[in-house]
T-cell receptor, first 113, second 111 residues
Framework: DAGITQSPRYKITETGRQVTLMCHQT?????MFWYRQDLGHGLRLIYY???????DKGEVPDGYVVSRSKTENFPLTLESATRSQTSVYFC????????????FGSGTQLSVL | TQLLEQSPQFLSIQEGENLTVYCNSS?????LQWYRQEPGEGPVLLVT?????EVKKLKRLTFQFGDARKDSSLHITAAQPGDTGLYLC???????????FGRGTSLIVHP
């Protein structure tokens, strides 16, 4: 199906392990974003990308790495997972620079034990 | 500090009641967006307001952008159980193109 898809939907991992969350969009949108959603904090921006090979830090980037070798993919890697990274992660994309309309994936619920 | 402050944080009402959700900031925004998020899903855009003083209606939902473009409100008339969800305001402050989100208002409408 066309749209923006995230995988996996659910992930349980252990402290110290590396985890990669995948995000794929079929619209060729230029902008892509990774947010984490936690109770009491709302959606906080981790990283964003304006185009392939262009990425930049958001509000809470520590402990995360991103890459964007192709326009349609924007994976997020937790290099050494910590319990504080237990959260729901959302990927989003936008067609234009104003970013007035974000399309979100269904999220990945990550638990770090 | 949160750039966009939403209130109230929680609302639990009966079907048929009216409600208003507020989104306030000390910063000026070129536009503000309202999203609704249902459990287990990502947020979905409801509306974008662009002009100061603008009012937009979406069926029973009325959105208003403040004259100074620092605040917005969402009013729901005769709420229904299908309106249950998390309502988020978002926007990119002046000079930025990266949207930031408020913490959201969690609405439950009881039949």
């Amino acid at each position: 199906d066309a749209g923006i898809t995230q995988s996996p939907r659910y992930k349980i991992t252990e402290t110290g392990r590396q985890v990669t969350l995948m995000c794929h969009q079929t619209w060729s949108h230029s902008y892509m974003f990774w947010y984490r959603q936690d109770l009491g904090h709302g959606l906080r921006l981790i990283y964003y990308s304006a185009a392939a090979d262009i990425t930049d830090k958001g509000e809470v980037p520590d402990g995360y790495v991103v890459s964007r070798s192709k326009t349609e993919n924007f994976p997020l890697t937790l290099e050494s997972a910590t319990r504080s990274q237990t959260s729901v992660y959302f990927c989003a994309s936008s067609a234009d620079r104003d970013n007035e309309k974000l399309f979100f994936g269904s999220g990945t619920q990550l638990s770090v034990l | 500090t949160q750039l966009l402050e939403q209130s109230p944080q929680f609302l639990s009402i009966q079907e048929g009641e009216n409600l208003t959700v507020y989104c306030n900031s000390s910063s000026v925004f070129s536009s503000l967006q309202w999203y609704r998020q249902e459990p287990g899903e990502g947020p979905v855009l409801l509306v974008t307001v662009v002009t100061g003083g603008e009012v937009k209606k979406l069926k029973r939902l009325t959105f208003q952008f403040g004259d100074a473009r620092k605040d917005s409100s969402l009013h729901i008339t005769a709420a229904q159980p299908g309106d249950t969800g998390l309502y988020l305001c978002a926007g990119a402050p002046g000079g930025s193109y990266i949207p930031t989100f408020g913490r959201g208002t969690s609405l439950i409408v009881h039949p």
